[in-house]
């Protein structure tokens, strides 16, 4: 099949970087957390197949090195539903990372808070999500090396994995939450009377990422670890008006934080 030989082609380019079995995708304004020892490199564009990102704050790059003595795969930048580019765009980068042998995905993500009580800056993990995306990545044929037909999605994000985060986070003295993450298309905010109704829905968190990669994921069966930053209240929930700018600048706020969670965590994952 043709998508399997385009995901074969990228994980071979990345093997030249190393073996890694965690991977951690960065979003919003996230790419600058995470230092690496030993860091080796390679542009989105350098990759066969991998799509490249457009979003001012998305810089598209994915770095093997170490953190604690361990290997891990860095993916600074992302691919969004909402730029134009398919499903199976978006998830090419998690599927390469599945056949390069990585077992364990940490996708981090910036978000709105829509539960009462989060406020701009929180970390958030993820204990679940709800895809109103209106689409699937594993929409079409069956890629049937990868994962099953119809994978369960009882547990997306790891229960095992959430208890060592919220470990981590207490021994660094970080507060962390736990909350359900909603996924639109975007690119245009959400209105006021939406996020009303995603809060009858269940959704404390909601963005346009992470779903269709953690669907992606968990198909071709590696464990997802979820972690969002609450870069602003959800439109309506306070009466300012959001703005690309401020996402940007809260990520940019609490990168430090979340990258002394992620330098701490990923060794222990
Ligand atoms: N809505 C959707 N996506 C987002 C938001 C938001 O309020 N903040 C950061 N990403």
Do not use: W
Request: aromatic residues 4%.
């Amino acid at each position: 099949m043709e998508e399997l030989g385009r995901i074969e082609r990228a994980a071979k380019r990345l093997s030249g970087l190393g073996r890694p079995e965690v991977a951690v995708v960065l979003g919003s304004g996230l790419s600058g957390v995470f230092p690496l020892t030993r860091e080796r490199a390679l542009p989105f564009a350098a990759i066969p197949g991998f799509p490249t990102p457009t979003v001012p704050g998305h810089s598209g790059e994915v770095a093997v090195g170490e953190v604690g003595g361990r290997e891990v795969l860095v993916q600074r930048g992302r691919i969004h539903l909402y730029e134009g580019h398919s499903l199976a765009d978006v998830v090419l980068p998690v599927r390469a990372y599945a056949r390069l042998g990585v077992r364990v995905l940490v996708l981090t993500n910036a978000s709105g808070g829509i539960a009462h009580g989060l406020e701009a800056g929180d970390l958030v993990l993820l204990s679940d999500h709800i895809n109103l995306l209106g689409d699937n990545p594993l929409r079409g044929p069956n890629l049937d090396p990868l994962g099953p037909r119809f994978p369960d999605m009882t547990e997306v994000y790891d229960r095992g994995l959430r208890r060592i985060a919220h470990q981590v986070a207490e021994e660094l003295g970080l507060r962390l939450k736990e909350g359900v993450y909603l996924a639109t298309l975007g690119p245009s905010y959400e209105t006021p009377a939406e996020i009303r109704a995603f809060r009858a829905l269940g959704a404390d968190l909601v963005g346009m990422s992470t779903v269709p990669e953690a669907i992606a994921a968990r198909h071709a069966g590696m464990r997802v670890l979820g972690i969002s930053c609450v870069t602003n209240l959800a439109a309506g929930v306070s009466p300012a008006p959001l703005s690309h700018d401020e996402v940007i600048e809260t990520s940019r706020r609490r990168a430090g934080d979340l990258g002394r969670l992620l330098s701490a965590l990923v060794p222990r994952l």
